[in-house]
């Protein structure tokens, strides 16, 4: 029994004297193992792992070097998904990326940020510099999406992060990140089919929206109305404020087009409403909308009891009008066959 206790705690030493001296064999000799010198070799990573089951928190190879870093500079993200949208009339939103280096360098490492296409995204800096003295300090860049004024669909782009050195010590390779940017903007469309007051409440008239041919596949389209009895729907308490919005149709700093996708309706402030004069009307055609919306953007008493009922008057606007006759400027009987406003989501 003692015996075998003594061969056990002998062999254990054994592994434990010998391991560093092992691993720097099998590590360091550019042509030993697949040069498990090399990061990019499944060797390096096999030595890591050899490396952390005998309790080495650093690679043979790069003793200055976490093993959960490479030596060369470290992106904390390599893919990042951003919208035009939850930002500015000219900004999109945001997403700040971390970058480290994995040892510390002999000289200097300038690290250039250049962007595949500026029109896309932004970079808050284009260059990054790590020194002996702040190699181990993580540096940011933020990336924001531009908010154009196109529909061009959801779109994307790559960022280089290029390192430049003196320092020949540590293996300084390219990183790449790729930005997905998902589209804002969006089509208006009046229905070219009319419909009583009737329409079955605001999830109605939504209904009749979704099933238009101008609603693009896959997207969802609803009325831009106004609901004063059931409170379905409302664009601003307050006249042009936006305060106390209820399911409302339109984005903030969004810009939405005729269904060609090409003439621009108008672009929605930052408490998505449209400022009028409209660049263009909704349609190059005059025909009287359900709108249950006033010039001001406050809801209009007069909705067909929540459009529901036909034995009262519906508040409606003009489709051929770039002015707050858009929205409104008559009442008409519930009985009347009218056209909707219909808007992508």
């Known amino acids: 029994m003692v015996e075998s206790k003594f061969k056990t705690f002998f ?22 193992f697949n040069n498990a010198c090399d990061t990019k070799t499944k060797a390096y990573f096999e030595t890591s792992l050899i490396a952390v089951a005998a309790g080495q928190k650093t690679h043979p190879c790069y003793p200055g070097s976490q093993i959960v870093s ?8 390599n893919f990042v998904t951003l919208t035009e949208a939850r930002g500015t009339s000219s900004n999109g939103s945001s997403y700040t990326v971390q970058v ?38 993580n540096q940011s860049t933020v990336i924001t999406a531009v908010n154009d ?20 010590s540590i293996p300084l390779n390219e990183k790449l990140i790729q930005v997905e940017i998902v589209d804002n903007d969006k089509i208006l469309f009046p ?31 609803k009325a831009m109305l106004g609901d004063s009895i059931n409170l379905f729907r409302r664009a601003s308490v307050t006249a042009n404020v936006g305060d106390g919005q209820i ?21 929605t402030n930052n408490v998505s409403l449209f400022t009028f004069n409209l660049s263009l009307a909704v349609s190059g ?47 008409f009987g519930c009985t009347s066959s009218l056209m909707l406003y219909c808007v992508e989501q």
């Open 70 to 77: 490479e030596p060369g500079i470290n992106l904390s993200d």
């Open 149 to 168: 004024t196109v529909i061009n669909g959801n779109h994307s782009t790559l960022i280089r992060f290029l390192p430049n050195t003196n320092d020949t």
């Open 191 to 221: 229905t070219s089919v009319g419909q009583t007051g009737t329409l079955g409440g605001v999830s109605g008239a939504d209904g009749v929206c979704q099933s238009n041919a101008n609603c693009p596949s896959g997207k969802l389209c």
């Open 247 to 267: 399911d409302w149709v339109l984005k903030p700093n969004t810009s939405y087009y005729r269904p060609n996708r090409t003439d621009l309706i108008a672009t």
């Open 11 to 32: 062999f254990l030493f054994r592994q434990l004297v010998f391991l560093p001296f092992f691993l720097s064999l099998i590590s360091c000799s550019d042509g030993s």
């Open 285 to 331: 055609t005059s025909s009287t909308t359900w709108t249950g919306i006033n010039p001001n953007w406050t809801n209009n008493g007069n909705d067909c009891t929540g459009w529901t009922v036909t034995g009262t008057s519906g508040y409606g606007g003009d489709t051929g009008s770039n002015t707050t006759s858009a929205l409104g400027f008559n009442t």
């Open 100 to 137: 480290f280096l994995g040892t510390e360098p002999k000289d200097d490492v300038n690290v250039q940020v250049i962007v595949g296409n500026p029109s896309y995204v932004l970079v808050s800096q284009s260059n990054l510099l790590f020194s002996k003295s702040n190699w181990n300090q």
